[in-house]
Nanobody, 124 residues
Framework: QVLLVESGGGSVQPGGSLRLSCVAS????????YGWFRQAPGREREEVSC????????YYADSVKDRFIISRDNAKNTVYLQMNGLKPEDTGVYYC?????????????????WGQGTRVTVSS
């Protein structure tokens, strides 16, 4: 079992930056690839980014490519999402989760682990 706790969300103006953190606890916390997902009111959950557990390969949704950077520090059992150049459409609740990486996609699966989410609001 893995416990995931996100933090770092908040309110920011367009063009601003936030750094989200996801701290993972568990015996095999560093075995997994991790992904970030978001969900805005009235919209479907959306893949944002994920990072592999072996070589650190990263993957991004087209909507955030060149603006967001995912990273992990296994010594701290933490996955980060640096978000730059934020836009109103980035608003939503951001969740980290264990994922499968399939054909460069970040895919949740039955029995995976989810954090509780951290809210990001981008507005003027």
């Amino acid at each position: 079992q893995v416990l995931l706790v996100e933090s770092g969300g908040g309110s920011v103006q367009p063009g601003g930056s936030l750094r989200l953190s996801c701290v993972a606890s568990g015996e095999r916390a560093n075995w997994y690839p991790y992904g970030w997902f978001r969900q805005a009111p009235g919209r479907e959950r959306e893949e944002v980014s994920c990072i592999a557990g072996n070589d650190g390969s990263t993957y991004y949704a087209d909507s955030v490519k060149d603006r967001f950077i995912i990273s992990r520090d296994n010594a701290k059992n933490t996955v980060y999402l640096q978000m730059n150049g934020l836009k109103p459409e980035d608003t939503g609740v951001y969740y980290c989760a264990t994922v499968l990486i399939v054909q460069s996609k970040c895919v949740p699966y039955n029995g995976n682990y989810w954090g509780q989410g951290t809210r990001v609001t981008v507005s003027s």
